[in-house]
């Protein structure tokens, strides 16, 4: 199938369920991005619907909008970094905390490592409303300060004990990368893991400094008193200067899509990056097993077995990641497949949370549109 039929095919049979989406109110606007590889060819579709923000005023959703990837920075910037500094031999997978911040930590985190840092098994809490204080501080003074907090922060539970998903590990992620670096973390990530795939401008932190203007706003903020479009919308990481370990990447919906598409192809060692192998991006992204019922592999998600956002059809191998803000990607080596959903679910508030029942049903209608495709 040719890519316009092929684009043509997955606009017809995703437009339906989306723009009833947008009209029950789920998100005020969506992007979807969708790669299916076959050998080296590759077939890609991505379209927006919608609204890119619905106060002050409306705006319309363009495929250069940019979103707030929030947690998506997890994945595709902090953990691509560290996967960069271990290929150098800079850090290990099973260094303890102290020697990869190159500080000493109180001592009932002396056990953690990097792999239950990344594995959300380190005993950190998952959030702490940081910013609170931190605001009260020059700005130049905030990250130090941050990092002292989370490392005087008592563990929520022993290391290794059980899995919790937490922002706190991934902050404590990003100073290592700038430590062990020697570089701020989003110099490093455009220097290291972008620019040699041709996204150093397109997946940014900090995107009004960069010149960029077309933005999915997020939530009109009871703090900052205002609709946050191009601002990061993680408080914490807002307070640090909008670049952390755990958000602050944003992205339009093609430059998402072609990342999320080379680590299916670096997996399956069909593309090379210059600063990782495919056989360590693998290592990452198998589940760890190191604690039980947990599904997490080194940084990226994979399918829980009963009620993933993925939906029922997904591969069991398959990796992924959710953002707090409506944006998401999966990669299902098995259909050799990538999906991407990114939405402004959290504009103008937050407590809207109809994504959680619409992101399963868009994955499965994803996957029987293209079973149908095939059978044509």
């Given at each position: 199938?040719?890519?316009?039929?092929?684009?043509?095919?997955?606009?017809?049979?995703?437009?339906?369920?989306?723009?009833?989406?947008?009209?029950?109110?789920?998100?005020?606007?969506?992007?979807?991005?969708?790669?299916?590889?076959s050998g080296v060819q590759?077939?890609?579709?991505?379209?927006?619907?919608?609204?890119?923000?619905?106060?002050?005023?409306?705006?319309?959703?363009?495929?250069?909008?940019?979103?707030?990837?929030?947690?998506?920075?997890?994945?595709?910037?902090?953990?691509?970094?560290?996967?960069?500094?271990?290929?150098?031999?800079?850090?290990?997978?099973?260094a303890p905390l102290a020697?990869?911040?190159?500080?000493?930590?109180?001592?009932?985190?002396?056990?953690?490592?990097?792999?239950?840092?990344?594995?959300?098994?380190?005993?950190?809490?998952?959030?702490?409303?940081?910013?609170?204080?931190?605001?009260?501080?020059?700005?130049?003074?905030?990250?130090?300060?941050?990092?002292?907090?989370?490392?005087?922060?008592?563990?929520?539970?022993?290391?290794?004990?059980?899995?919790?998903?937490?922002?706190?590990?991934?902050?404590?992620?990003?100073?290592?990368?700038?430590?062990?670096?020697?570089?701020?973390?989003?110099?490093?990530?455009?220097?290291?893991?972008?620019?040699?795939?041709?996204?150093?401008?397109?997946?940014?932190?900090?995107?009004?400094?960069?010149?960029?203007?077309?933005?999915?706003?997020?939530?009109?903020?009871?703090?900052?008193?205002?609709?946050?479009?191009?601002?990061?919308?993680?408080?914490?990481?807002?307070?640090v200067g909008g670049v952390?370990?755990?958000?602050?990447?944003?992205?339009?919906?093609?430059?998402?899509?072609?990342?999320?598409?080379?680590?299916?192809?670096?997996?399956?060692?069909?593309?090379?990056?210059?600063?990782?192998?495919?056989?360590?991006?693998?290592?990452?992204?198998?589940?760890?097993?190191?604690?039980?019922?947990?599904?997490?592999?080194?940084?990226?998600?994979?399918?829980?077995?009963?009620?993933?956002?993925?939906?029922?059809?997904?591969?069991?191998?398959?990796?992924?990641?959710?953002?707090?803000?409506?944006?998401?990607?999966?990669?299902?080596?098995?259909?050799?497949?990538?999906?991407?959903?990114?939405?402004?679910?959290?504009?103008?508030?937050?407590?809207?949370?109809?994504?959680?029942?619409?992101?399963?049903?868009?994955?499965?209608?994803?996957?029987?549109?293209?079973?149908?495709?095939?059978?044509?």
């Amino acid at each position: 199938m040719g890519e316009d039929s092929f684009s043509a095919a997955c606009f017809r049979g995703l437009d339906p369920l989306l723009r009833n989406a947008v009209s029950r109110h789920v998100f005020p606007g969506a992007a979807v991005g969708i790669a299916v590889h076959s050998g080296v060819q590759r077939q890609a579709f991505s379209a927006c619907w919608g609204q890119a923000a619905l106060v002050p005023q409306p705006r319309q959703l363009t495929q250069k909008t940019l979103f707030d990837l929030a947690s998506l920075t997890k994945p595709l910037a902090t953990v691509l970094a560290l996967l960069c500094l271990v290929q150098e031999k800079k850090i290990t997978l099973d260094a303890p905390l102290a020697a990869l911040l190159q500080h000493d930590v109180p001592a009932e985190k002396k056990k953690i490592t990097l792999r239950h840092l990344l594995n959300h098994c380190s005993g950190f809490a998952a959030h702490r409303p940081f910013y609170l204080q931190l605001v009260n501080h020059a700005p130049q003074a905030r990250k130090d300060i941050l990092h002292d907090l989370i490392l005087a922060d008592d563990l929520v539970y022993p290391v290794g004990a059980r899995a919790l998903y937490s922002d706190l590990g991934f902050m404590v992620l990003g100073r290592m990368v700038e430590i062990q670096s020697g570089l701020p973390l989003d110099l490093y990530v455009r220097e290291k893991v972008m620019a040699p795939l041709g996204l150093a401008d397109a997946l940014v932190f900090n995107p009004v400094e960069k010149m960029k203007r077309d933005f999915a706003a997020t939530e009109l903020c009871p703090w900052r008193h205002k609709v946050l479009a191009g601002e990061v919308h993680d408080d914490n990481t807002w307070a640090v200067g909008g670049v952390a370990g755990q958000a602050g990447l944003f992205g339009d919906i093609d430059s998402v899509l072609s990342l999320a598409s080379f680590l299916l192809a670096a997996w399956q060692g069909k593309a090379v990056h210059p600063n990782f192998s495919g056989a360590l991006l693998g290592e990452f992204l198998k589940r760890q097993e190191m604690v039980r019922d947990s599904s997490w592999a080194l940084g990226f998600d994979t399918p829980s077995p009963v009620g993933s956002s993925a939906g029922r059809y997904i591969s069991p191998a398959s990796v992924g990641h959710l953002g707090f803000t409506g944006t998401s990607f999966w990669i299902d080596p098995a259909r050799e497949l990538v999906m991407v959903l990114l939405t402004n679910r959290v504009h103008p508030s937050r407590a809207n949370n109809l994504i959680r029942e619409f992101r399963p049903l868009f994955h499965e209608r994803v996957m029987e549109m293209l079973s149908n495709l095939q059978k044509t």
